[in-house]
T-cell receptor
Framework: EAGVTQFPSHSVIEKGQTVTLRCDPISGHDNLYWYRRVMGKEIKFLLH????????ESGMPNNRFLAERTGGTYSTLKVQPAELEDSGVYFC???????????FGPGTRLTVL | KNEVEQSPQNLTAQEGEFITINCSYS?????LHWLQQHPGGGIVSLFMLSSGKKKHGRLIATINIQEKHSSLHITASHPRDSAVYICAVPQARHAGGTSYGKLTFGQGTILTVHP
């Protein structure tokens, strides 16, 4: 069984540009979470999808961040326009049931110059 | 004060030593996760536990729900155990019977095991 995959593994962009991160959860997992770790801080929650619906997006920093999960399969997280403080590692996780074990992807390291 | 506190933040050990990492939390939870992240690597879920103790190989996790405290132990530590160990708790909210599992993370414990 394939695990959670994320693309790209690393992205370097300039301030003001747009970047789109993709997460493919484990097949059949309805719950998909996005988290972020910025330098020196603990990992923070961004948002949670149940199938294609946003269950909770209370962790999204601002309206420059847009997450989608069309068809309830893979998810994208778009940052537009990117700012320096958006640099960090973005993790995606999926679970079969809410409050179940979450399986993490390898993360996307975003560097905004 | 963070809702999830880990100690120590950094831990150095010699190969073969017994290691303990502690996690205290202030929110009510249904279960607690222990995660591992190797340098440059992704996050791996080690344990999810809601009571008592779980064991997997040389790793043992315990939790005391009343005291809101969990420990991760590594017996006979090895250099390949060097990683960041993170505890995380889901925040269950009930609204018409619905709950969800967004995780709140500790700051992580950086473990280095020397040969």
């Amino acid at each position: 069984e394939a695990g959670v995959t994320q693309f790209p593994s690393h992205s370097v962009i300039e301030k003001g540009q747009t970047v789109t991160l993709r997460c493919d959860p484990i097949s059949g997992h309805d719950n998909l979470y996005w988290y972020r770790r910025v330098m020196g801080k603990e990992i923070k929650f961004l948002l949670h999808f149940v199938k294609e619906s946003k269950q909770d997006e209370s962790g999204m920093p601002n309206n420059r961040f847009l997450a989608e999960r069309t068809g309830g399969t893979y998810s994208t997280l778009k940052v537009q326009p990117a700012e320096l403080e958006d640099s960090g590692v973005y993790f995606c996780a999926s679970s079969q049931v809410q409050l179940g074990t979450q399986y993490f992807g390898p993360g996307t390291r975003l560097t905004v110059l | 004060k963070n809702e999830v506190e880990q100690s120590p933040q950094n831990l150095t050990a010699q190969e073969g030593e017994f290691i303990t990492i502690n996690c205290s939390y202030s929110v009510g939870i249904s279960a607690l996760h222990w995660l591992q992240q190797h340098p440059g690597g992704g996050i791996v879920s080690l344990f999810m536990l809601s009571s008592g103790k779980k064991k997997h190989g040389r790793l043992i996790a315990t939790i005391n729900i009343q005291e809101k405290h969990s420990s991760l132990h590594i017996t006979a530590s090895h250099p390949r155990d060097s990683a960041v160990y993170i505890c995380a708790v889901p925040q269950a909210r009930h609204a018409g019977g619905t709950s969800y599992g967004k995780l709140t993370f500790g700051q992580g414990t950086i473990l280095t095991v020397h040969p």
